[in-house]
Antibody, heavy 120, light 108 residues
Framework: QVHLVESGGGVVQPGRALRLSCEAS????????MHWVRQAPGKGLEWLAI????????YYADSVRGRFTISRDNSKNTLYLQMNSLRAEDTAVYYC?????????????WGQGTLVSVSS | EIMMTQSPATLSVSPGERATLSCRAS??????LAWYQQKPGQAPRLLIY???TRATDIPARFSGSGSGTEFTLTISSLQSEDFAVYYC??????????FGGGTKVEIK
C-alpha cells in the first residue's frame, strides 16, 4: 500500500527558510516521479514542482522558481522541498504526491499534507 | 499557461441523483486531463485520468468524458460519501501543471 508522510511544516517568519520532507513506502520509490502541490487556506490546488524518477530533471511553477528546490534521496525513499525567502502568500498545506509512473504528470497518490504558516 | 475553468462552483444535488461537473481548458489539452476528489480535511484522491479512465478502486458510478477543451465528470447516482470538492487538472502543456478552481458538490 502506497504511503506518503510529509513532515517539516510549522510557523516561520517571512524571509526565513524551511525544508519539508516526504517519506515514501509501499512502492519502488526510485521508479516514480514525485511532485509537490500546495493548498492555501480555503483555496484550490497549486502545483509547485516535479522531480524525475532518476533526479535528472526538475520543473517548477513560476511562483516558486528560484526560491524553492525539489530534491530526492532514492536510497532513503525520501522527497524534499527546500523553501527559501518565504512570504506570507506561501502559507498553505503542502502535499507530496507520487506520479502515476515515471513522469506522466498524473498524481496518483498523495500524502496527508503538512501545514506551513509564514507570519511575523 | 493553460487556464482551467470549472463550473458550477457549487452544485446542490440530492442523494441518488446524477451530478454533472464541467471543466474547460483555455486551449486544447487533448485527453490529458485528470479529475480528483477532495473531502474536508483530507488529501485529494485521483478519480479519473486520460479524461475517461477510472483510477484503481474508483466506483463505476464515476465517469469522465471529453477531449480538447471541454470535459465532464459525471456521478451517476450520488452516494453520501461523494459530497466533496472535485478538481480537474491538465497535464498536456506544462510546466506548469494546472488545476481548475474546483466544484463543490453539496447535499440539496
Amino acid at each position: 500500500q502506497v504511503h506518503l508522510v510529509e513532515s517539516g511544516g510549522g510557523v516561520v517568519q517571512p524571509g526565513r527558510a524551511l525544508r519539508l520532507s516526504c517519506e515514501a513506502s509501499g512502492f519502488t520509490f526510485r521508479n516514480h516521479g514525485m511532485h509537490w502541490v500546495r493548498q492555501a487556506p480555503g483555496k484550490g490546488l497549486e502545483w509547485l514542482a516535479i522531480i524525475w524518477f532518476d533526479e535528472t530533471k526538475e520543473y517548477y511553477a513560476d511562483s516558486v522558481r528560484g526560491r524553492f528546490t525539489i530534491s530526492r534521496d532514492n536510497s532513503k525513499n525520501t522527497l524534499y522541498l527546500q523553501m527559501n525567502s518565504l512570504r506570507a502568500e506561501d502559507t498553505a498545506v503542502y502535499y507530496c504526491a507520487r506520479d502515476f509512473k515515471s513522469y506522466t504528470r498524473i498524481l496518483s497518490h498523495w500524502g496527508q499534507g503538512t501545514l506551513v504558516s509564514v507570519s511575523s | 499557461e493553460i487556464m482551467m475553468t470549472q463550473s458550477p462552483a457549487t452544485l446542490s444535488v440530492s442523494p441518488g441523483e446524477r451530478a454533472t461537473l464541467s471543466c474547460r481548458a483555455s486551449q486544447s489539452v487533448s485527453s490529458n486531463l485528470a479529475w480528483y476528489q477532495q473531502k474536508p480535511g483530507q488529501a485529494p484522491r485521483l478519480l479519473i485520468y486520460g479524461a475517461s479512465t477510472r483510477a484503481t478502486d474508483i466506483p463505476a458510478r464515476f465517469s469522465g468524458s471529453g477531449s480538447g477543451t471541454e470535459f465532464t465528470l459525471t456521478i451517476s447516482s450520488l452516494q453520501s460519501e461523494d459530497f466533496a470538492v472535485y478538481y480537474c487538472q491538465q497535464y498536456n502543456n506544462w510546466p506548469p501543471l494546472t488545476f481548475g478552481g474546483g466544484t463543490k458538490v453539496e447535499i440539496k
